[in-house]
């Protein structure tokens, strides 16, 4: 029997539907349904990550283009994570 799936939860007007796979949940996160949360989460996250490992570089004007992609990465991850975890609340098990 089991327990039903959770209701779908709106969120900035957009409900999040259950899922099942991880196509399932990239397409949410791809769609927009995860983004108010997460980029906030990303942009502090984001934030504290690039002082951290690349303030000297930035301060010193020593950064480049690979400076530039880390610094990238330091907002990109976060804001995944933060989606992932979002949307875990709403994965239907098989």
């Not at 969120?11 to 949940?25: H, L, N, Y």
């Amino acid at each position: 029997m089991g327990t039903p799936p959770p209701a779908p939860l709106a969120r900035q007007g957009r409900a999040i539907p259950p899922w099942s796979s991880p196509r399932e949940g990239l397409v949410l996160i791809l769609q927009g349904r995860t983004f108010a949360t997460a980029s906030r989460v990303a942009l502090v996250v984001g934030t504290l990550l690039t002082t951290v490992n690349q303030g000297g570089v930035l301060l010193a004007g020593e950064a480049n283009a690979f400076t530039a992609l880390r610094v990238g990465v330091n907002y990109v991850v976060p804001f995944f994570v933060a989606s992932i975890g979002n949307l875990a609340a709403f994965r239907r098990r098989p």
